[in-house]
């Protein structure tokens, strides 16, 4: 066996480590980000990578809202902007998770515009308001803070 194999081996015990299910350690605290095109497809994309980061890191429990809530964001950010690039963070941190859905809506000029496109996606979201609440979570949709630019839909999803 070559010297570079023989010093990567570990001398402890599996059972002194902590493990999620599958047997594998934990991970460190979760955090995903992702940058998808704003395609209907993509929220495929983004609920597989989600879910399975969440099974790595033992945080099953929040599998079902949060892939609904990233679905219901992805699709209206898609509906919204499409073709636009959007990006997706995840991050779970203090037994809360967090993700946000940043798209390239542009930001309107005119008052008139600004409630109506606010009214359009806080309409389109109904079924996440009701999982969130359901879950005693928040939710929200502002603008982008730079870096970034475009339209920030974010929720919170206590333990």
Do not use: N
Request: net charge neutral; charged share 20%.
């Amino acid at each position: 066996m070559p010297p570079f194999l023989r010093s990567a081996l570990c001398p402890v015990a599996a059972t002194d480590r902590p493990t999620v299910p599958g047997g594998l350690p934990p991970a460190p605290g979760l955090a995903l980000s992702l940058t998808v095109p704003g395609e209907p497809c993509s929220a495929a994309i983004v609920r597989t990578a989600m879910a399975s980061a969440l099974h790595v890191h033992g945080l099953d429990r929040y599998t079902p809202p949060a892939t609904l809530a990233v679905t219901e964001l992805m699709a209206t950010a898609t509906k919204l902007t499409p073709s636009r690039d959007l990006y997706l963070s995840l991050r779970h941190r203090d037994d809360v998770l967090r993700l946000v859905v940043w798209d390239q809506h542009p930001q309107h000029t005119d008052p008139d515009a600004v409630t109506l496109c606010d009214e359009r996606r806080r309409r389109a979201l109904w079924l996440l308001t009701a999982v969130v609440d359901d879950w005693g979570g928040e939710w929200g949709v502002c603008d982008a803070l730079p870096p970034h630019h475009g339209t920030k839909s974010w929720v919170v999803l206590p333990r």
